[in-house]
């Protein structure tokens, strides 16, 4: 499985960007499927992801509330939604996939991300 993002940009403090993911094969039902940033000089920072076969979602704090991801079964793609945008939240933008979860809840780890996409820059000016 190959993921492609896109929709990163330059935006003002304050807009809006929906970044997209597709996937280059189906997405089983049993994965996890969301989006970790790295904000240059820090670590990498899971940001959401969701449960493909319900739908249920977990963010990180700094994103609740401004954040939603979704997807699109027939497209194998999830997205990441992001409104009220804040220059901290500017960041290079993965796209991630758990492949074998095991009915466990979804991990804020990027060791149990086993696919990532290539990134999107997201910038957001002051």
């Known amino acids: 499985v190959q993921l492609q993002a896109s929709g990163g940009g330059l935006v003002q403090a304050g807009g809006s960007l929906r970044l997209s993911c597709a996937a280059s094969?189906?997405?089983?039902?049993?994965?996890?499927m969301g989006w970790f940033r790295q904000a240059p000089g820090k670590e990498r920072e899971f940001v959401g992801a969701?449960?493909?076969?319900?739908?249920?979602?977990l963010y990180t704090d700094s994103v609740k509330g401004r954040a939603t991801i979704s997807r699109d079964n027939a497209k194998n793609s999830v997205y990441l939604q992001m409104n009220s945008l804040k220059p901290e939240d500017t960041a290079v933008y993965y796209c991630?996939?758990?492949?074998?979860?095991?009915?466990?809840?979804?991990?804020?780890?990027?060791?149990?991300?086993?696919?990532w996409g290539q990134g999107t820059q997201v910038t957001v000016s002051s």
């Open positions: 094969t189906p997405i089983l039902s049993n994965y996890h």
């Open positions: 991630v996939v758990r492949q074998n979860p095991s009915r466990t809840p979804i991990s804020t780890s990027g060791a149990l991300f086993d696919l």
């Open positions: 969701l449960t493909w076969r319900e739908g249920r979602t």
